[in-house]
């Protein structure tokens, strides 16, 4: 997709070669960050939603015996830090990111089928799952 920069991180040397040659050295690995775990799934979004970067490799761990890594980075693409609380009081920072250009999406693309939008109208936000790690400029 143009805009897209990937790669499959099968070391731990990889992924962050992978992460410094496309950010620089001067970057940080941001993550979820979950506490106690809950039988609740409903959250609420709290307060303090921050931006934390617009230059970011987002890595999605695949699922094989050993650690491996596929990382894309997409431009016009800012990541956030946000805060939610579920209706027991668990805590959880969860991270999110908006693609503000998706013009050069597919038009099959699952989110505008969810959303009902065409590619380009709108920014797609999402939150990451679990086990994704972001790569980000500090």
Known sequence: MRGETKYCASSLETFVD??????????????NEIGDETKNPSFKIGKG?????????????????????LCHSIEGTEVYKVPLVSDDGTKVKAMAVCHK?????SP????FK?????PG?????????????VWVSN
Not at 52 to 61: A, D, F, M, R, S
Not at 108 to 111: K, S, T, V, Y
Not at 114 to 118: E, N, P
């Open 18 to 31: 992978s992460g410094v040659s496309i950010l620089g050295k001067n970057i940080k690995l941001l993550s």
């Open 49 to 69: 939603v921050r931006t934390v970067g617009g230059n970011e490799v987002v890595c999605h761990k695949m699922t094989y015996p050993h650690a491996v890594y």
């Open 101 to 105: 250009d998706t013009s050069a999406w």
């Open 108 to 111: 099959n693309h699952i989110a």
């Open 114 to 118: 969810i959303l009902k939008v065409k």
């Open 121 to 133: 109208t709108v920014p797609i936000c999402h939150f990451l799952g679990r086990d994704t790690l």
